[in-house]
């Protein structure tokens, strides 16, 4: 696709507000020429490609200076959006950032939406789909596991395994046109059918193991929902501010729709928490030893993991077993916290009663046993509950998710039909429509680039 049917566009390409630079991007064939209009000092249409320039922001009308500035000029098609692209450094806080934008967009660009420069990216065919939405994952990702399985996806893992698929199906529909075309021959009905049913097995796998380590990637995403439960004045806050205050990056802290909610993120050992009903936590401060079981128990439906507190210093109470009981079929971590003083609770009869369920031993406010927590935390996640995945390509969209589920039904639709003795030609639009649905996540074509490449292949001289 030619640069020239695109206009051009801009934004502020820096989250907004933060530190003393912001970048404002410019991408299409009049990039250079806007800028050229602002900028004093140089000629930027004389500069060579990839350069980083040094001027003054100057408005055209008014002569005035707006801001000190760095100008990058990288020419197409070596460009993030492979059209021309300058980038203007502004240090001049966000005001002058503002204005300069403004200028901007009155000399000839038009503001972007929102990933519209990726988009770009893709249409001018630098990114498939999937890496163009790794894109927009890697801008959201909380955590540095999420950046790189965001990182993995930008790098093609997924589109190379998916082609890969794509490409095996695609041989083995293509050997069944040929197939048909000899059906006086029953060998090779036969023989179609076991290629069928071979290669559909086979890729179903595949498919399976990316539909699993999809669950991994939404927790990576979006925070595995951790909830903070023990009975009053068990240490719930302080361990909470404890892990808040540890995280060094702490990402976001939502205000949820009700006033009530309020969900925070904390990264653990590489783990991302998504901490929930923190606000009942706090609230409890203010109400002393009222919020009990019931509203814990609400806070337990909703969690993937469940940190239980007991307090060493007191006898085990009615509560503290209730509280046991009912996270018994949860992931959990039972931490006895208090230990730096007089112990009640006997902690060997404690884990004879919790079997496979870790104790960690704590004193919060002495800081022991805390590093020990976030260890064990990191193991159940990655040893444990759910698998590790380094390295291994994981699927985190929910539209790649869906198309995979559908592209497995498919399969299952081809393998319960050669299983039924169906015709072996409607058993193959089954297999397509998988080879459709794997293209869906890569952008690709569908339908005719099948009929093209059976062509080829196959139909040559006939
Ligand atoms: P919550 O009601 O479960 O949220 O409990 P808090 O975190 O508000 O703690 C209740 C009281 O126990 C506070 O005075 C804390 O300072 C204290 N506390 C928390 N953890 C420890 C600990 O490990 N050792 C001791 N000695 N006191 C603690
Ligand atoms: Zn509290």
């Known amino acids: 696709m030619a640069n020239s049917e695109f206009d051009t566009i801009a934004a502020i390409s820096t989250p907004a507000g933060e530190g003393g630079i912001s970048i404002i991007r410019i991408s299409g064939s009049d990039a250079l020429q806007v800028a050229n209009q602002l900028v004093k000092d140089r000629d930027l249409t004389k500069v060579a490609s990839h350069t980083i320039n040094y001027g003054h922001i100057i408005d055209p009308e008014t002569q005035e200076e707006v801001d000190e500035v760095m100008v990058s000029v990288m020419l197409a098609p070596k460009t993030y959006t492979k059209e021309d692209v300058v980038e203007i450094n502004c240090h001049g806080g966000l005001l002058a950032t503002n204005r300069t934008l403004q200028l901007v967009l009155s000399h000839g660009a038009r503001l972007a939406e929102p990933g519209e420069f990726t988009k770009r990216a893709f249409l001018n065919g630098r990114l498939d789909l999937s890496q163009a939405e790794a894109v927009m994952d890697l801008i959201r990702a909380k955590t540095d596991q999420s950046m790189q399985v965001a990182l993995n996806q930008l790098d093609g893992d997924l589109s190379r395994l ?16 040929v197939n048909i075309d000899y059906p006086e021959y029953d060998a090779v009905e036969e023989m179609t059918s076991q290629m069928l049913k071979e290669k559909a097995t086979e890729v179903r796998q595949h498919l399976v193991a990316l539909l699993q380590s999809a669950k991994q990637g939404k927790v990576l995403r979006d925070g595995l929902a951790t909830a903070i439960i023990g009975r009053p004045n068990v240490g719930k806050s302080s361990l909470l501010n404890t892990l ?14 009700t006033r009530d909610v309020i969900e925070e993120y904390v990264n653990v050992n590489g783990v991302p928490l998504r901490l929930i009903d923190t606000a009942g936590i706090r609230k409890t401060d203010d109400q002393v030893e009222k919020i009990g079981v019931e509203r814990s128990r609400q806070a337990l439906n909703a969690a993937d993991l469940v940190l239980l507190l007991i307090d060493a210093s007191r006898e085990l109470t009615g509560e503290d077993q209730q509280l046991l009981t ?8 039972v931490i006895l916290n208090k230990t730096d003083l007089p112990t009640k609770v006997d902690a060997n009869q404690l884990k004879a009663m919790l079997g496979d369920t870790p104790l960690i031993k704590t004193s919060i406010t002495d800081h022991t046993g805390v590093d020990q927590l976030g260890e064990t935390i990191a193991h159940l996640f990655f040893n444990q509950g759910i698998e590790s995945h380094q390295g291994d390509v994981m699927v985190t969209n929910a539209r790649h998710i869906g198309l995979l589920h559908q592209a497995k039904e498919a399969l299952d639709d081809v393998l319960k039909g050669l299983a039924d003795g169906m015709p072996v030609d409607l058993v193959q639009i089954d297999m397509t429509r998988c080879w459709d649905l794997l293209g869906e996540i890569t952008g690709d074509s569908y339908q005719d680039e099948l009929l093209d490449q ?9």
């Open 326 to 333: 009912a996270t018994e079929k949860k992931s959990r971590i």
């Open 162 to 177: 998916i082609k890969k698929l794509r490409q095996d199906i695609l041989d083995v529909l293509a050997q069944v046109e």
């Open 454 to 462: 059976l062509f080829s292949q196959f139909c040559l001289g006939k």
């Open 244 to 257: 808040l205050h540890e995280d060094k990056a702490i990402v976001t802290s939502v205000a949820g729709t």
